[in-house]
């Protein structure tokens, strides 16, 4: 197996995340050329695996979503990202916070749109 990028960490704070237990998880994970998750979450375990080849899976849609742009479009999500830093108060907040409420108006914006905003809500919190 090649050589792990330590740099790699979970994107999201998730409920029920393994990562204080990722060396304990690792250790009873046997050798194999294939890695199958199917509620991956934060994806520690997945991170901390690093397979070659692996397929995802969870039943909420809009973590799919979040790494599915990673994927195949981290440049722009990057880019609406820190548009989002720029822009953080609370009152941009429970603005981006509000966006999905109307459904119509929120099937227009773009997955990545969806997907940075997925992001800025999970890392940012106002109480």
Known sequence: MEDKNKNLSP???WGGGKRQLLKEILSLIPPHSRYYEP???GAAVLLGLQPRYAVINDCNAELINVYRVIRD???LLIQLLDEHK???TVDYFYEVR???RDKKKYAVFSEVEKAARTIYLNRTCFN
């Open 86 to 88: 720029q822009k953080n």
């Open 39 to 41: 509620f991956v979450g």
């Open 73 to 75: 479009n981290p440049e």
């Open 11 to 13: 994107v999201f704070k």
């Open 98 to 100: 509000s966006r999905d």
